[in-house]
């Protein structure tokens, strides 16, 4: 989870099989629940969650994560605390702890390729205290074409993560 090993991913949707795939992400109501991947290539096990058919927005991962909170997702409970504790990060001022994870990806052309210069990033989680807990979401695009290379191909990521948690800590001092 902390290094979002896309290898393992893969691992576990070859090991699932499309038909149990589409099934638990219907189950979770996960996005627009599009698992095809991208169009003519038969790839939706491997990629149809990396900039491709599987699309989800802010809002939605927003209520997505309300539902892991509130333990109303179709698994078991423990599977639910175990992934909680995964998503742990850090303790943030005032005894807030925040919980997490990132993402990014390509954009798209017009045509669905992948732009390779521009990406999108994400940090969606939550951060509680007692039994006060405030779920987030934060998206963004890259405005300007970047020569990426593999050390900033998750600058995205990075730069989404940073962005909510100052607005995060923004929102501490606010509510003391």
């Known amino acids: 989870m902390k ?8 691992f576990v949707t070859a090991k699932l099989g499309m038909a149990k795939f589409q099934e638990y992400v219907k189950k979770f109501e996960y996005g627009n629940q599009d698992v095809s991947g991208d169009k003519g290539k ?7 969650w990396i900039s491709s058919s599987l699309k989800i927005s802010p809002l939605e991962q927003v ?4 539902k892991i909170l509130q333990s109303k997702s179709p698994v078991k409970k423990e599977a639910l605390q175990f992934t909680r504790n995964l ?8 005894g807030w702890k925040l919980y997490g994870k990132t993402g990014v990806g390509d954009l798209l052309h017009k045509d ?4 390779r210069t521009r990406q999108r990033g994400w940090f969606v989680g939550w951060i509680e205290r007692g039994d006060r807990k405030v779920v987030f979401a934060n998206y963004l695009e890259e405005e300007t074409p970047k020569n990426v290379n593999n ?7 990075k730069h ?3 962005a909510a948690k100052e607005k995060l800590l923004q929102f501490i001092q606010l509510y003391r």
Request: aromatic share 12%; charged share 20%; with cysteine.
């Open 42 to 48: 038969d790839n939706g096990l491997t990629s149809s």
């Open 3 to 10: 290094n979002s090993c896309v290898w393992y991913s893969h």
């Open 87 to 94: 998503l742990y990060l850090e303790v943030l001022p005032e």
């Open 160 to 162: 989404a993560k940073e």
């Open 112 to 115: 669905g390729s992948h732009d």
């Open 151 to 157: 050390l900033a191909r998750y600058a995205a990521s």
């Open 63 to 66: 209520a997505f994560i309300e």
